[in-house]
Structures are given as structure tokens and as C-alpha cells.
């Protein structure tokens, strides 16, 4: 069986909508997907919004409610029964979110045990044959096959292969 590794955040999780949701309530800016494309969110905050931003981004509980990705669930539960998959996420550099991701998938997604979940701080030790993460940094140790989900910060990179959601995964890996 190949072992496939999938990142959290921006691939299965869609953090950057509760971001920005949060940033146009406390501040009434909206970002249109033109103001982020190709930039992080982080560098499209105004600078004297930052610090408020990182807090935000640190707060225990920012983590726990994330809204799943669509179809994200049902592939992942077919993917589980075709791969060695894991759940990895560099979580530690949002040392609050370890309990919050750990719950969230034992919440949405019960067919994923403690085994398969590697919340760490540098992606690579990671050596599957596949994986799916959003940040190219990820792939820069990486042996396998690379697949880069598509997200407004990565855009611009080139000569990955691509996915811009779930049924696109579906129809590559299964």
C-alpha cells in the first residue's frame, strides 16, 4: 500500500476564510481574491494589524472549528482505504493548535486514528511516496510525488503538480 501524507491547514481546513471572516469584523476591510493573489494573507493585513493578526492566529481554540473543505471527508475516508494515509501539519508553529487539530480530526474525521496524525515543526521528516500540502517550503526535503493544492498565496509557483480541490484528488489518486 503507497503511504500518502496530506496537509491540514489550506487543504483540508479552510483557515484563510475564517482569517479573513475575523479581519473584516474587527477591522471592516474585505479582501477580494484579487488583493490576495499570489500573497500570504499574513502580508496582505495591514502592518498595524499584524500583531492583532499573530495573536488571533495563536489563540487556543483558532484551530478547533475550522470548516472542512468541500468533499474533503468523503475522499479522505475513500483515500484511507486505498493508501497508509496521514494527517500532517506543521502545528507547531502555533503551539495552541496541537489540542484543537487533534480534536478536530477525531470530530470530522473518525476514521482517522492517533497513528495517522503527525502534528510537528518541519515537514521534512516526511517521506511518503505522496504528498498534498499548499506551501512549496514542504516539498523542499520532499522524495515523493509532490502535489500542491491550489491556495491565492501559491499561485505563481510552477512545475508542481496541481489540484484546486477535492474531486480533482479524487479523480488523480483513486
Known sequence: MLTLSVD????????AKKLRDWYTNQFG???SNEDL???DLKHAVKQEHFSKFH???????FFGDLEIMANAREVLEELNNKY???????????????????????QHLPFITWRQICL?????????????DDRTRNFSHFQGRKILY?????????????VSNWQEIEEKLL
Open 120 to 132: 510537528c515543526g518541519n515537514k521534512s521528516i516526511v517521506q511518503t511516496d505522496i504528498m498534498i
Open 55 to 61: 495573536e488571533y492566529l495563536n489563540a487556543p481554540g
Open 84 to 106: 497508509d494515509l496521514y494527517i500532517v501539519s506543521a502545528a507547531l508553529e502555533f503551539p495552541n493548535s496541537l489540542k484543537d487539530k487533534y480534536d478536530w480530526i477525531a
Open 29 to 31: 476591510i474585505v479582501f
Open 37 to 39: 493573489h499570489g500573497k
Open 150 to 162: 491550489t491556495q491565492h498565496h501559491n499561485i505563481f509557483e510552477e512545475n508542481y503538480e496541481r
Open 8 to 15: 491540514m491547514d489550506e487543504v483540508i481546513t479552510d483557515t
